[in-house]
C-alpha cells in the first residue's frame, strides 16, 4: 500500500456499530475480494472489498473477517484469517501482514492463519445459532462473475444447513453511508489529491493536445501524491464527446473553440473522490459556452443547499428537476409547451440532462446507502448536474463530493477548486 497506516480506531468503531444492529446468537463473516486472472499468468491489479476493509483495514486478498460477539469465548469474538507470510511470499510478493501488524491495522488480537480457517469456524459455528452472509445489493451491482464471496457463501449454507442466515448488507449500507471523522479525513486526502491534479492539467490544456495526454498528466500527479491511481475509470471529452455520458476512450484531439469535460477524481487509501470540470480548450469561454455553463453553475449551488437532514432523495432529485427546467427555458432550450406535455416519468428537463444529480461516495465511487431514508449528518454526496447539446458541441458538467452537516450548508471537500468562470480563465492565461 502506498497510504499512510490508518488509525485503527476507525476499524474499532466500525464493528462496533455493526454489531449493534446483530440478533441474537449470531456471528458474521466478511472475505475479501478474488484476484481476478486476465490469461496466462497474469492477474488485475488487487482491489480489496469495501466491506472488509471498513470493518478491518486489512487491505490484501485471501483474507477473512469473523465477528462473533456473544462468542462464550472471548477470542473468538473478533478473529481474523490471513495468509501466512513467509520468506518465499516476501521474496517473490512481498511480505504479507504479520499478526503483530494485522492487529495494528484493525485491532483484532485473535489472528489465525488461512489455512487454519476450516476448524476455528467450526468451533465458532457450533456456537452460534445464526449467520449474517455478506453479499453484494447495490442497486446497480454487476453481479454476473461468481465472486470468493459468493463461493464463501455457498459452502457455508451447504456445510451449515441448520443454521439460520441474516443479511449483512443492509447493515452495511445504513454504517457505511454515515462517515466517521476518520474517513472524512481520508476523503479530504483524496480530494485534495485531485485538485493537484486539476492545477496540473489546466497547464497542459491548450489545443492540439490529446485527451489521453491530459489523462497522463492527472495520473503523474496522482501518483507522486501516494494515490494509487484512479478511483474509476476517467472521462477526458473534448467537443460534442462530453455528451456521451460514460466516455472513456479519452483518444481526440482537443480542439479550439471547444470545451473539454472532465470527470475524474483520486483514490487514496481505499477512498474515493469524484470530481467533474468543464474548461474552454483555448482558455476563454464563449458566450453561449458561459450561458450554458453559469446556468449549470447555478442549478449546482442551488441543489447543495438542498443535501440536508431529513431530506429524502426522491425528493430531492425532483426539486433539482425544477431547477434545470428552469434554467433551460432561460436557455430557449425548452419552452412551456414542452413542459406542459412532459412525461412525468421522463420529465422534458431529461433531454438536456440525462442522468441523476447526486450518489453516495466513499470506499466506492457509487458508495453504499439507503436511497429510500432520509438524508444523515456526516453522509457525504456528489453533486453533479449538466447540461448536453450534440448539435453545439456544448457538453457541460460540474461536480463536486459534499459532506452533510446538520444546522449548515454542506461541506464542500472540494470548495478550493477552481469552478468559476473568471477563476478558471485567470489561471489557463495567466
Same mark, same amino acid.
Given at each position: ?18 454489531? %449493534? ?28 472489498? +469495501? ?32 495468509? #501466512?507470510?513467509?520468506?518465499? @511470499? ?27 480457517? !476450516? ?17 453484494? #445489493? ?58 493537484? &491534479? ?22 503523474? #500527479? ?34 479550439? &473553440?471547444?470545451? @473539454? ?27 453561449? %459556452? ?19 437532514? &431529513?431530506?429524502? *432523495? ?47 461516495? +466513499? ?22 448536474? +449538466? ?14 463530493? *459534499?459532506?452533510?452537516? #446538520? ?7 472540494? &470548495?478550493?477548486?477552481?469552478? !468559476? ?10
Amino acid at each position: 500500500m502506498k497510504y499512510d497506516r490508518i488509525d485503527k480506531e476507525l476499524f474499532i468503531s466500525n464493528r462496533k456499530r455493526f454489531t %449493534q444492529h446483530m440478533e441474537g446468537n449470531a456471528l458474521a463473516a466478511f472475505t475479501s475480494n478474488d484476484v481476478f486472472p486476465t490469461g496466462a499468468d497474469s492477474t488485475l491489479p488487487f482491489k480489496q472489498s +469495501g466491506d472488509i476493509f471498513h470493518l478491518s483495514g486489512v487491505d490484501q486478498e485471501d483474507s477473512i473477517l469473523v465477528i462473533f460477539p456473544n462468542a462464550k469465548t472471548e477470542k473468538f469474538r473478533e478473529v481474523l484469517f490471513l495468509t #501466512e507470510t513467509n520468506e518465499h @511470499i516476501a521474496v517473490w510478493e512481498g511480505e504479507k501482514l504479520t499478526k503483530e501488524a494485522a492487529f495494528e491495522t484493525s485491532g483484532i488480537k485473535t489472528v489465525y492463519w488461512r489455512h487454519e480457517f !476450516e476448524t476455528i469456524f467450526k468451533q465458532m459455528m457450533a456456537e452460534a445459532d445464526t449467520i449474517y452472509l455478506n453479499t453484494n #445489493e447495490h442497486a446497480r451491482a454487476k453481479t454476473e462473475v461468481e465472486t470468493h464471496e459468493k463461493r464463501f457463501n455457498k459452502n457455508v449454507v451447504a456445510q451449515f444447513p441448520a443454521h439460520q442466515v441474516r443479511k449483512s448488507a443492509p447493515i452495511m449500507h445504513k454504517i457505511r453511508s454515515v462517515k466517521h471523522p476518520i474517513e472524512l479525513d481520508l476523503m479530504q486526502k483524496a480530494c485534495d489529491i485531485t485538485k493537484a &491534479g486539476v492545477h496540473r492539467v489546466l497547464k497542459a490544456l491548450k489545443p492540439g493536445v490529446m485527451e489521453y495526454e491530459l489523462e497522463a498528466e492527472i495520473m503523474h #500527479e496522482f501518483l507522486r501524491n501516494r494515490s494509487k491511481g484512479f478511483a474509476y475509470t476517467p472521462i477526458i471529452a473534448s467537443g460534442k464527446s462530453a455528451c456521451v455520458l460514460h466516455y472513456i476512450e479519452n483518444n481526440k484531439e482537443c480542439k479550439d &473553440g471547444d470545451l @473539454i469535460l472532465m470527470d475524474f477524481g483520486a483514490e487514496y487509501a481505499n477512498y474515493c473522490s469524484d470530481l467533474t470540470r468543464t474548461f474552454p480548450v483555448n482558455g476563454r469561454f464563449t458566450d453561449r %459556452q458561459k450561458d450554458v455553463y453559469n446556468a449549470v453553475l447555478r442549478v449546482k449551488k442551488a441543489s447543495e443547499q438542498l443535501l440536508v437532514p &431529513g431530506t429524502m *432523495l426522491g425528493e430531492y432529485h425532483q426539486e433539482v428537476g425544477k431547477l434545470m427546467t428552469s434554467e433551460l427555458l432561460g436557455l430557449g432550450l425548452l419552452d412551456q409547451t414542452d413542459v406542459k406535455n412532459e412525461n412525468p416519468d421522463w420529465p422534458a428537463y431529461k433531454k438536456y440532462f440525462m442522468h441523476g444529480t447526486s450518489h453516495f461516495i +466513499g470506499l466506492d465511487t457509487h458508495d453504499l446507502g439507503l436511497w429510500t431514508e432520509p438524508i444523515q449528518e456526516n453522509m457525504v454526496f456528489t453533486c453533479e448536474p +449538466g447540461i448536453y447539446i450534440p448539435n453545439e458541441n456544448i457538453g457541460i458538467r460540474l461536480e463536486d463530493d *459534499l459532506v452533510v452537516r #446538520e444546522g449548515q450548508a454542506p461541506l464542500n471537500l472540494m &470548495g478550493d477548486i477552481p469552478i !468559476e468562470i473568471e477563476e478558471i480563465e485567470s489561471i489557463m492565461n495567466d
